[in-house]
């Protein structure tokens, strides 16, 4: 049955969560901020680029669970299903990242990973343990997230996103002016964001939202979960895997340190237009199996006017009034970072392309097509990357080229999964 929604429809589910992702990127703006304002602050940035990048390997694989529980959690047993197997994954991840605070693992892999030692290879492995416990609170944040998405409450998941950011600017503004330690201000304001936001969001699951029972209050099973998550969970973690590849060629080259710094504001930066696009999933799992063409017209024109958005911010002189006035970013990062961003205007197109059939294969539950292409996505980031530093043309602004490149390769093989899939009869018929 056709239950198509004017565009106004989708504009007020949608909005809310366009503006939960920039108020969660805007906790990166400001911890950017902070570390642009600390002594030897591009060694800060830098630092933490690595360090942030190591530990998302593990908590990236989460990211996909707020649609996961969208989909899946549609009775009471579903959802007790879907919880039990949420902290089994958070639990089983976080061992990892535990172990890499050992010196005997965790000093030879990070120096092997990215050439580093001395006080930066331990300010790496410092920032890595103090942020592991946060694994498990982002693993249960993101299914209360999706049980608040799936009854349709997205205004609630914006406030608690505002919530959580109040509480990371917080404690910032205290640690940086009380003097502590980069590392331990960050790390401290994440933990204590996260719990924050953990409360909230359970209290407002289970007092305020009534999720509903839907195709008759299926039960499903632990195996159908485990089906569902690990093309998902592979495709997150292969993403957060893209800028280590990619910064282990950099940090390979003289005097790599301005140049990480340039990327990790970049591509923190770009995040703010891409981050509005990943906001299609939670549409399209919410209502793409009963308006595909609706969707598909919303999204063509949300598109566009952030492409558009992207475009003025970038080319004009507002990037470099934010990223110099407002994140603090020095004389010899500036540059690089505007170039990496102009490079980066490409990808939002990009996204949403492969935004719309990571839709269609987490809709048809058949989500085996997003872990391919976010393997191959990587494989294109390690070979491209690998010829340009052989070649001796690797920099901060063909690195950036790198990662657009990585994204389309994984959209191509997307698109060319879901056809399969459907031909072979293993998902719904639904026409890309």
């Not at 609706?294 to 006017?305: D, E, I, P, S, Y």
């Not at 507002?318 to 170039?339: C, D, K, P, W």
């Not at 657009?404 to 072979?424: C, K, P, Q, Y």
Request: hydrophobic share 55%.
């Amino acid at each position: 049955m056709n239950t198509a929604k004017p565009i106004r429809g989708y504009w007020a589910f949608y909005w809310p969560l366009a503006l939960t992702g920039l108020v969660s990127l805007l906790g990166n703006q400001i911890q950017n901020a902070t570390l642009a304002r600390y002594p030897n602050a591009t060694a800060e940035l830098a630092t933490f680029a690595l360090a942030a990048g190591v530990y998302h390997l593990f908590d990236a694989a989460l990211i996909f669970i707020p649609q996961m529980t969208v989909v899946l959690a549609t009775s009471r047993a579903a959802r007790c299903v879907c919880r039990r197997f949420v902290l089994l994954v958070g639990a089983v991840l976080t061992i990892p990242v535990l172990l890499l605070a050992l010196p005997a693992v965790g000093a030879p892999a990070l120096r092997a990973a990215f050439n580093v030692d001395g006080p930066t290879l331990a300010a790496v492995r410092l920032y890595v343990t103090l942020l592991a416990p946060n694994i498990v609170l982002a693993a249960l944040r993101n299914y209360y997230m999706g049980l608040i998405v799936q009854a349709k409450k997205t205004r609630l998941v914006t406030l608690f996103n505002v919530l959580y950011l109040a509480a990371v600017l917080l404690v910032l503004a205290i640690g940086f002016h009380a003097g502590w330690r980069a590392v331990i201000t960050l790390a401290l304001a994440q933990g204590v964001a996260s719990v924050a936001h953990l409360v909230a969001l359970f209290w407002a699951a289970t007092r305020v939202v009534q999720s509903p029972e839907r195709d008759g209050g299926e039960s499903i099973g632990y195996r159908e979960v485990y089906d569902f998550f690990w093309p998902v969970a592979l495709t997150s973690v292969m993403f957060s895997l893209s800028r280590p590849i990619i910064y282990s060629f950099l940090g390979r080259l003289e005097n790599p340190q301005p140049i990480i710094a340039a990327m990790r504001v970049g591509f923190d930066f770009a995040m703010i237009f891409h981050n509005l696009l990943n906001q299609f999933r939670h549409l399209f799992v919410t209502f793409g199996a009963e308006d595909l063409a609706g969707v598909r017209r919303f999204m063509g024109l949300v598109t566009t006017a952030v492409v558009g958005a992207m475009v003025v911010v970038v080319f004009t002189p507002v990037s470099s009034f934010i990223l110099q006035e407002l994140i603090g970013v020095g004389a010899e990062v500036l540059t690089m970072t505007r170039q990496v961003l102009m490079v980066m205007c490409l990808l939002p197109v990009v996204v949403a392309f492969r935004n719309y059939f990571h839709g269609i294969a987490m809709v048809q539950r058949h989500t085996g097509p997003m872990g391919a292409g976010a393997v191959g996505r990587n494989a294109a980031t390690y070979l491209v990357s690998l010829a340009l530093f052989s070649l001796g043309w690797l920099n901060h602004a063909t690195a950036a080229a790198t990662l657009v490149a990585g994204f389309l390769a994984e959209s191509l093989v997307v698109v060319l999964g879901t056809r399969v899939a459907r031909r072979d009869g293993r998902s719904c018929a639904m026409e890309p």
